[in-house]
């Protein structure tokens, strides 16, 4: 049984670890913190963190630092999130000011993360399948080439060139605008996808003037339909990885796996629980089913248009906890702030 004393010296090896990368020893701990005990007494806590695997001692140091566990017992009940410098406000809010859409708004948003924290930021984006097509233009180049453009009222805004072989003129043009903005204009995704299945299976009247060149195109909105309905990750600071790989204790080649492939992302990131506050953490072996028992993920959530997404960092389990769930937790309301001012601009 860990005493409250226990827990203390607990949240000071932590602490000294990640600021000094050295095994914490009981004589450190009398130097820099405040208990009034003997360094014998702070062994003897020790022990028992030890006994309850909340530390360990590498075979190289007769120091300790904290297991998997004993992060997890420090998150839970002893981390204090840090308050953000004023510094630290101000970048993020020059990051994310400023004109855009939400894709433009979710780089922005993972730069400003991973520049604050030095981790791996990802980005959720909100689920565009109960989002609803706000807007279609049909943008007509030279060469039997034309710009297709899609607006959702979650402010996701896509462009695919789309290549027919004929020549375009207004009237197909102007036919073609009424069908794709009869089939999914101010209907939600799932529903214009839809829509454009059953057109594309019934077909056009092949008969019709540019019916070749109109089934292309509602092909190519099919297509995009489809990415709007995919989970899908925004991620920055891959980096930063290699230059924090002592601080794995094997490789970290299944990380960058991770973070190409973005699925066994976007799974753990789904299925980690938040607290009461939002924050969800998931730290080393924890995340073993997923196959990144070296690293932790932490996560806070954000409001869309009435959905909800994360945004979080990803990185080693010696991290500085307050301070990056601070960093996630103020740049996750700021993003909810900002689509919330953008949705009531619209």
Request: proline letters at 4%; hydrophobic letters at 45%; zero cysteines.
């Amino acid at each position: 049984m860990v005493t409250d004393r226990g827990l203390q010296v607990l949240r000071a090896i932590v602490q000294d670890y990640v600021d000094t990368h050295e095994p914490v020893g009981s004589k450190s701990i009398v130097e820099r913190h405040s208990f009034g005990v003997s360094a014998a007494t702070i062994r003897n806590d020790m022990a028992l963190l030890e006994d309850e695997e909340l530390i360990a001692a590498p075979h190289t140091s007769s120091g300790r630092v904290p297991t998997d566990k004993g992060y997890r017992v420090f998150v839970d009940h002893l981390a204090e999130l840090r308050p953000l410098t004023a510094a630290q406000r101000h970048a993020i809010a020059s990051f994310l000011d400023g004109p855009g859409d939400l894709d433009d708004l979710l780089v922005r948003t993972v730069r400003a993360l991973t520049q604050l924290t030095g981790q791996v930021a990802i980005v959720q984006y909100p689920s565009f399948a109960r989002a609803s097509v706000s807007h279609v233009e049909l943008v007509p180049l030279e060469a039997g080439r034309l710009i297709v453009i899609l607006v959702t009222d979650t402010g996701r805004v896509s462009q695919r060139l789309v290549f027919v072989r004929e020549e375009l003129g207004e009237d197909v043009m102007t036919r073609a605008r009424i069908t794709v903005g009869d089939l999914i204009v101010g209907r939600p995704v799932r529903e214009g996808a839809q829509r454009v299945d059953e057109f594309l299976a019934t077909g056009d009247d092949p008969a019709a003037p540019g019916a070749a060149a109109i089934d292309a195109i509602v092909r190519h909105v099919a297509e995009e339909l489809e990415e709007f309905r995919q989970d899908r990750l925004v991620m920055a600071g891959a980096a930063n990885l290699a230059r924090r790989e002592s601080d794995f204790r094997g490789s970290i080649y299944p990380l960058l796996e991770a973070i190409e492939e973005q699925v066994t992302l976007l799974r753990l990131m789904s299925e980690m629980v938040a607290d009461d506050h939002g924050l969800a953490t998931s730290i080393g072996r924890e995340n073993e089913p997923f196959g990144l028992a070296e690293a932790s993920v932490l996560a806070s959530d954000y409001d869309a248009t009435g959905s909800h997404a994360r945004v979080g960092l990803l990185g080693p389990t010696r991290m500085d906890y307050p301070s990056n769930l601070a960093a996630v937790r103020a740049v996750a309301r700021y993003l909810s702030r900002m689509l919330d001012d953008d949705d009531s601009a619209r």
